[in-house]
């Protein structure tokens, strides 16, 4: 496996923990909620782990696509790319809360965090489909 490919199946995990996170939390059931998300902040950091050796080795991957896809691609990149810089802070800060059992500050800030985070992953895969797969 590629370190492309591991950065983007670790995005897609990441986003599947997120998504059963939240599925469970609804049903109150919070031992599960509390495993599904420490293991998408763990898989998260893998993949910021993968994603930095990838481009230590590798460099930067330019993207070749045509004009419209051009411009979907890059305005998925801006938006990927100024809120990945905030998920790390917005999830430690929402974990942290969590793992201290101060549900109201939790919830408070997991109301942001939950929507970034998954966009981020989300589109780290789309992101890699375009720039890997798509020309």
């Not at 939240?22 to 495993?35: D, E, M, N, P, S």
């Not at 790390?88 to 793992?99: K, R, Y």
């Not at 939790?106 to 981020?120: E, Q, S």
Request: charged share 10%; with cysteine.
């Amino acid at each position: 496996m590629t370190l492309p490919v591991l950065t983007a199946t670790l995005n897609a995990i990441s986003a599947a923990w997120l998504t059963a996170g939240y599925l469970f939390i609804r049903q109150k059931r919070v031992g599960a909620h509390r495993f599904c998300m420490v293991s998408a902040f763990i898989t998260s950091v893998a993949f910021l782990a993968s994603y930095l050796a990838n481009h230590l080795m590798h460099g930067v991957k330019h993207y070749h696509g045509p004009g419209a896809l051009r411009f979907t691609y890059f305005s998925i990149l801006t938006t990927h790319t100024i809120l990945a810089a905030v998920v790390p802070v917005l999830a430690s800060i929402t974990l942290l809360h969590g793992t201290r059992m101060h549900v109201e500050k939790h919830r408070k800030i997991a109301r942001w965090t939950l929507p970034v985070w998954f966009y981020v992953s989300v589109t780290g895969v789309i992101i890699y489909v375009m720039l890997y797969r798509l020309h």
